[in-house]
């Protein structure tokens, strides 16, 4: 399996490999569920980019 060109899912895929249960809401994957709390792609990318497992995304 080769790595995700989209950022966002490159967000998902670091957040998982640390250990954080993130979950898509709907069918577009345009929000994310992280326990109680409900993430934009970009505040995802934020959170992963804000942990050191991503490299900042300030072009999204």
Sequence with gaps: MSEPD??????VAALRA???????IGD???RWQ????VFSDTDLRRLAAS???VED????
């Design 57 to 60: 995304g300030e072009s999204l």
């Design 28 to 30: 577009e994957l345009e």
């Design 18 to 24: 640390a250990g954080v249960a993130v979950a898509p």
């Design 51 to 53: 942990r050191g497992l």
């Design 6 to 11: 989209d950022p966002v899912l490159e967000a």
């Design 34 to 37: 992280i326990g109680d709390l």
